[in-house]
């Protein structure tokens, strides 16, 4: 399998302008997370989903970031508009779902908002 | 306000010695705990993992403790190897079904030859 694939693997942009990373789980996988990585707080889960469903967004940090999935290999995360303050790596995690279950992490999108 | 917290940023400790990273968690529902490994340009990988009823895990050279009094887990790699080097990060689940996983800020380890 060639595990959960991540686009962009970097991405600069201007400040106001719509950010949009994308997401293909592993085959199989009913759990889909995306995290934000920064130094002060480490990863952080934005929200995730469990059969195409928004289980938990409550760490979405405000209503300028918006996911979806709508299909079991697809999700997107939509940041509009962006903000220097948004730059970090965001990653993308799947899994079977359930508690004790691994999760399986893509190489991340570096994001930079100049 | 973190739930799960890596005081210490980083580490450096010596090929061959033992390496002990700590994180403490102050939600006591948690009941299951893993460490995941990070190396540079690369997504977290699962490492090892331990679950409450349990107060020690070992898996060849990596070593999980948990101390659930004090809120505490460690993990201990003995001997330590320079490709031990990545960013080390503690996560915590809750009960019920959902796998959402609490991580911590994470410790840089770095193990020099």
């Known amino acids: 399998d060639a595990g959960v694939i991540q686009s962009p693997r970097h991405e600069v942009t201007e400040m106001g302008q719509e950010v949009t990373l994308r997401c293909k789980p592993i085959s199989g996988h009913n759990s889909l997370f995306w995290y934000r990585q920064t130094m002060m707080r480490g990863l952080e889960l934005l929200i995730y989903f469990n059969n195409n469903v928004p289980i938990d967004d409550s760490g979405m940090p405000e209503d300028r970031f918006s996911a979806k999935m709508p299909n079991a290999s697809f999700s997107t995360l939509k940041i509009q508009p962006s903000e220097p303050r948004d730059s970090a790596v965001y990653f993308c995690?799947?899994?079977?779902?359930?508690?004790?279950?691994?999760?399986?992490f893509g190489p991340g999108t570096r994001l930079l908002v100049l | 306000d973190q739930q799960v917290k890596q005081n210490s940023p980083s580490l450096s400790v010596q090929e061959g010695r033992i390496s002990i990273l700590n994180c403490d968690y102050t939600n006591s529902m948690f009941d299951y705990f893993l460490w995941y490994k990070k190396y540079p340009a690369e997504g977290p990988t699962f490492l090892i993992s331990i679950s409450s009823i349990k107060d020690k895990n070992e898996d060849g050279r990596f070593t999980v403790f948990l101390n659930k009094s004090a809120k505490h887990l460690s993990l201990h790699i003995v001997p330590s190897q320079p490709g031990d080097s990545a960013v080390y990060f503690c996560a915590a689940s809750g009960s019920g079904n959902t796998g959402k996983l609490i991580f911590g800020q994470g410790t840089t380890l770095q193990v020099k030859p």
């Open positions: 995690a799947s899994s079977f779902g359930g508690r004790g279950e691994t999760q399986y």
